[in-house]
């Protein structure tokens, strides 16, 4: 009896999580296993698509025919038996399709190339096929070609006369370089030394190079090294002194040379985490730690030495940082004390890179792993430890499908592997801070800075007196008699504006027009740069209006207040200062945000101002100032986590100040000085405010006391998003028990995105067995009924808007 395999397809019209069965072809010589890719026939006709092996078992009896596997991908599993079991968890948890896991998982590099390739029938007369093909027996049908040619193609396919068939690909390409080696005894090398001419002085060099050899190396690097010509190489080749073979190479995505570190000797709260992180690595244990320790009280010391620990025992470590490429400076600490043991893995990688340093994962030889939110992913065996830094960072939870939080699957994998995790932060989520209120989290603490001095001293700027006081700046006085006494002393100061919930438009002084995107609810964001509006939400770009649209007046005004412009201002009021600017215009570039770190660190510049990038992981000792100038942009938006945010942010950036020797100050201007967000990161109470928020979280029914999930309708048509939110708020209703909170339907914060108008619903409860199934009967509908509708499930979202 024949096998049959049991494979997840990647279609991305047909989603759903049953896998497809196929035949396994009987000519397969390595057998086939779970977790590798194959192609496979998809519908009628001639169309291939990707898919994943999920099961392999013997062909039991079946009414229809069934299709066999066209050709298989890997030689070995992509995806080893602790990923398969996360798939099928994660899909579960996140209400997503089981394939949109799998891709979520696996480099770029791995996932599938589909290419459609043209090819003339017998019918198709002589001067179209000689016209259209040339002398090529196919054409590949992309885009690039001339639409008219496209457009003919397509008609000669439905007459028949031409062929289209689909092809897949793997987008990975191996890195492959010459590596040369000898290929005679010593003895010999020396004797066809003896027969050169003279003159021949490269070859001469060259069999001298052979003769000592003890280390491969590349040709291009021999060439270098010796100062010869490829030619050179050749004949030698030719003349059998070496041999040349191809070998594959990593492309290494960190060019720097980090200087190597040692462990620091511990004060006494960081001595006592790190032995109950060590205790529960070497038992075996998945407990979860809340390293709960105040900025600058040395966490990231904690965790190279639980790493190191794991390392000693034969285990490997992941360590999970929020957007990596924000953070270079943690990076550079974790090579440092690792070297080339390290893998880095984050979206500012080229999927090249990305893929050699998954595979040196894949093949263990790399045994820390450090990345940003999809490095939980990471291929790592036999895991010790699992470090998440800032655990509260939003950036954790993908805010696509499947929105998954990276927290909820380093736990899943810590009871995999029955290794501990480590949450650190200054400032905790509540829900992991009251998870440890409930000992389902031990607390482990830091309460002092490693420098003994005190958090530094706050001063809350009362802006809307500032406003009386002089015309409108961005800079209150008591801000900027302290950035001149820093520029006296010669040391930093950090300008954090808050962009969140907030951005520079164009408005018309006369009638109040402001100009929005035509696809998206949202008015359009002023660029410098570019000399551009732009939409944030789906890129629209058009020129700067200088004329109102709405009523010709030539009254239009820019309001807000962009990094630019700050930066201007700044400089007018500063004309000595050297001023460096971070924001994403700033750092786009590759190697961008390291750059103006680095410089900033050399102390090329005297201000560092930036958005929200420059609020964490920053450890400068020379800075002594850091000035928030807009503290309460996020205060407004109309979510329950907006004061723990705006807390949370202030925290961290306050924390940027004074971290070695001298003492630190801050100053934050805001709108709204008594707010308890404000108040309490003044004065860095974190209890306080967890208290204080937690007590106004129970009142509000809201999260860490209710579970709640987002349900969004979108559509192109208004009234069909509309329907469809009302419809599965009746469907839901029905299903659950009266202690369930539904708020909406409503539209969305942003109605309109990208053209879709989007309708949503949050459901509040406490438990709801039937839930998890209602809302999968939700997605399967929505796939089956109607082309356009989509229908999205957040579980436990970040945000109601
Ligand atoms: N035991 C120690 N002895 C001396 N210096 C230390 C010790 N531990 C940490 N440090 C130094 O103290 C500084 C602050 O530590 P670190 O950056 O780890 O703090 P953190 O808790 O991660 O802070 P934040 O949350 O603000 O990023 C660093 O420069 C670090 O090298
Ligand atoms: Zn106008
Ligand atoms: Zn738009």
Not at 141 to 167: C, F, W
Not at 365 to 381: D, M
Not at 509 to 522: A, H, S, T, Y
Not at 602 to 621: R, S, V, Y
Request: net charge positive.
């Amino acid at each position: 009896m024949s096998q049959v395999a049991e494979v997840i397809v990647d279609v991305p019209t047909m989603q759903t999580n049953t896998p497809y069965s196929y035949l396994i072809p009987a000519a397969l010589t390595t057998p086939l296993l779970p977790g590798m890719r194959v192609i496979v026939p998809f519908g009628n006709g001639s169309r291939k698509v990707q898919g994943f092996v999920w099961q392999v078992h013997e062909q039991v009896p079946t009414t229809h025919e069934l299709k066999t596997i066209d050709s298989v991908m890997d030689l070995s599993p992509v995806l080893n038996k602790e990923l398969l079991a996360m798939a099928d968890w994660l899909a579960k948890t996140t209400f997503a399709f089981t394939i949109t896991v799998l891709l979520t998982m696996l480099p770029n590099a791995l996932k599938a190339a589909y290419e459609r390739w043209a090819t003339p029938n017998s019918d198709l007369d002589p001067a179209s096929k000689k016209r259209l093909f040339g002398e090529q027996e196919k054409i590949e049908l992309t885009d690039k070609l001339p639409a008219a040619q496209l457009n003919e193609l397509m008609g000669l396919y439905r007459k028949h006369e031409i062929s289209v068939t689909y092809e897949v690909k793997s987008k990975g390409h191996v890195k492959q370089v010459t590596m040369v080696k000898p290929a005679m005894s010593v003895a010999e090398l020396q004797e066809a030394k003896q027969q050169l001419r003279i003159t021949a002085v490269k070859q001469a060099d060259l069999l001298d190079y052979l003769v000592t050899q003890t280390d491969l190396i590349s040709q291009p690097a021999l060439e270098k090294t010796l100062g010869i010509t490829s030619t050179v190489i050749k004949n030698a080749a030719e003349k059998g002194w070496l041999t040349r073979f191809q070998a594959e190479v990593y492309r290494d995505p960190l060019s720097r040379a980090v200087d190597k570190t040692r462990p620091l000797h511990l004060n006494e709260a960081q001595q006592k985490a790190v032995s109950a992180i060590c205790a529960a690595t070497d038992d075996h244990e998945d407990t979860t730690f809340l390293l709960e320790g105040v900025t600058g009280s040395g966490k990231t010391e904690v965790y190279l030495q639980a790493i190191a620990n794991a390392l000693e025992k034969g285990q490997n470590a992941l360590m999970l940082v929020p957007e990596i490429s924000l953070t270079p400076q943690i990076v550079g600490r974790v090579r440092g004390r690792f070297g080339k043991q390290v893998a880095v893995l984050h979206s500012g990688l080229s999927a090249g890179e990305r893929f050699d340093e998954w595979r040196r994962i894949d093949r263990g030889e790399a045994r820390v792993v450090v990345g940003a939110r999809s490095a939980v992913f990471a291929p790592l065996t036999n895991i010790g430890i699992i470090i998440m830094d800032e655990e509260h960072e939003a950036s954790y939870k993908q805010d696509d499908n499947p929105r998954y939080h990276a927290r909820d699957v380093a736990l899943w994998r810590s009871r995999y592997h029955h290794c501990p995790v480590v949450l650190g932060s200054a400032t905790p989520s509540l829900e992991s801070r009251a998870r440890a209120q409930k000992n389902r989290y031990q607390r482990l603490l830091l309460p002092t800075r490693v420098n003994q001095q005190a958090l530094p001293e706050a001063t809350i700027v009362d802006m809307t007196q500032e406003l009386q006081k002089h015309a409108e700046s961005t800079f209150s006085s008591p801000l900027m008699a302290a950035v001149n006494d820093r520029l006296a002393k010669g040391e930093q100061t950090l300008l954090m504006l808050n962009r969140r919930g907030y951005s520079s438009f164009v408005m018309c002084r006369d009638c109040g027009f402001v100009l929005k995107c035509p696809n998206c609810d949202i008015s359009l964001t002023l660029h410098m740069d570019s000399h551009s509006m732009k939409c944030h939400y789906c890129g629209h770009e058009e020129p700067i209006p200088q004329i109102c649209p709405n009523c010709h007046s030539h009254h239009i005004r820019y309001y807000g207040t962009g990094t630019q412009k700050v930066e201007t201002e700044l400089k007018q009021l500063l004309p000595t200062a050297r001023i460096l600017r971070m924001d994403v215009d700033t750092t786009r570039r590759k190697g961008a945000h390291e750059r103006l770190l680095r410089q900033f660190g050399n102390h090329e510049a005297d201000i560092l101002l930036g958005t929200q990038m420059i609020a964490k992981g920053l450890d400068f000792p020379d800075v002594t100032l850091v000035g928030v100038l807009n503290a309460d942009t996020a205060l407004s938006l109309p979510d329950f986590r907006s004061s723990e945010r705006t807390f949370q942010l202030l925290t961290q950036v306050s924390g940027r100040a004074g971290r070695a020797q001298k003492p630190g100050q801050v100053f934050i201007q805001t709108y709204n000085p008594e707010h308890y967000a404000i108040q309490l990161a003044k004065s860095q109470d974190y209890e306080r405010f967890f208290l204080t928020e937690m007590k106004l979280r129970h009142q509000g029914n809201y999260p860490p006391y209710y579970f709640a999930v987002k349900v969004t309708a979108s559509d192109v048509e208004e009234r069909v998003a509309a329907a469809a939110i009302h419809q599965i708020a009746a469907q839901l209703q029905a299903g659950m028990s009266q202690s369930a909170i539904v708020l909406g339907p409503t539209p969305s914060a942003i109605a309109r995105v990208n053209k879709r108008y989007y309708y949503q619903l949050v459901i509040k409860y406490k438990q709801e067995p039937q839930l998890s199934a209602l809302l999968f009967n939700l997605l399967n509908q929505a796939q089956k009924n109607r082309k356009g509708l989509q229908i999205a499930i957040d579980n436990n979202p970040m945000s109601f808007m």
